[in-house]
């Protein structure tokens, strides 16, 4: 009896020193995103004169338009200009300034807006609506886009020489230049990289701001323009009327297509608090607005 009970014991002992099996954690497939969609709100009547970007004032709740007028947007012929819109599409002030022949890109640095033209950059004093100051490029060629870091640098594309240029302390220099950049339109500063469209080829890249290490992260975007950042991700449009939503992880949907229309889509600005995308419609000579949701 003693021998069947020590056994027993034993038996209990061995059982529990046995190491027992951790219960495997359930992991959840990452959430699939959500891709944003886009309807149009209003379009401005079709008075703009070759509309090419649109950017947002935030202090003073408008939009400034860049108008080429006439093509090619290479020709210095003096008759491109800035419009102000409201928010709402209103055209509040047509010319507001002019003596300018193709102006492109811009950016807002405290009370000045800075604005491609073709191989230099212009820079006009917001409160008086005069231009103050011209930096010219030397050998620039298609001065195209403008993107504004928060150590106040002026980062300017030159799409005609796969050029990045900076404006620092009223100085000019070449920050990159590399064939591989393929027609760099679109800027996007970021911090620690910055994002390029590229409009000869179809890609869209993230360039560190130290390495300056070039990262695709779409290939099939042709004609690359405008970027803007829509909370973590990305809308990236091309020249020739499309609208692509590109999520942090590289994958890319199209969100509008107004090739049909025969309507461009070239540098865009999205307005997160009041959930607008805006749309320069080039030939189309209006901007349009669209509510992401």
């Not at 701001?209 to 973590?232: F, H, Q």
């Not at 229309?261 to 805006?278: F, M, Q, S, T």
Request: aromatic share 8%; with cysteine; glycine share 6%.
């Amino acid at each position: 009896m003693r021998t069947k009970i020590l056994l027993a014991c034993l038996v209990l002992l061995a059982a529990a020193c046995q190491p027992t099996k951790k219960k495997e954690e359930s992991v959840s497939a990452p959430e699939k995103l959500t891709v944003p969609t886009l309807t149009k709100t209003w379009e401005t009547v079709s008075t703009l004169k070759t509309p090419e970007s649109v950017i947002y004032d935030e202090f003073r709740d408008v939009l400034y338009v860049s108008n080429i007028s006439a093509v090619p947007p290479t020709a210095k012929d003096n008759d491109g200009f800035i419009s102000i819109l409201s928010t709402e599409g209103e055209i509040i002030e047509r010319e507001w300034v002019s003596e300018i022949s193709a102006p492109k890109g811009m950016g807002i640095l405290d009370s000045s807006l800075f604005v491609t033209n073709i191989d230099e950059i212009v820079e006009i004093d917001i409160p008086s609506g005069v231009i103050i100051a011209r930096y010219p490029i030397e050998g620039g060629a298609f001065l195209n886009d403008i993107s504004i870091s928060k150590g106040e640098e002026v980062f300017i594309s030159d799409t005609g020489t796969n050029t990045i240029h900076v404006l620092n302390n009223d100085e000019v220099k070449t920050w990159l230049n590399d064939t591989t950049l393929v027609g760099p339109n679109g800027l996007l500063h970021q911090g620690s990289h910055l994002m390029v469209a590229s409009y000869f080829g179809d890609e869209f890249s993230r360039i560190d701001i130290n390495t300056k290490m070039k990262e695709v992260i779409s290939d099939s975007i042709p004609g690359g323009d405008g970027i803007v950042a829509y909370e973590d991700h990305y809308f990236v449009s091309n020249w020739n009327g499309e609208v692509h939503f590109v999520d942090n992880f590289g994958n890319r949907t199209l969100v509008l297509d107004t090739k049909a229309e025969e309507l461009n889509a070239a540098d865009i600005c999205y307005i997160p608090e009041k959930r607008l995308l805006l749309i320069p419609t080039f030939f189309g000579n209006t901007v349009a607005a669209y509510e992401v949701k």
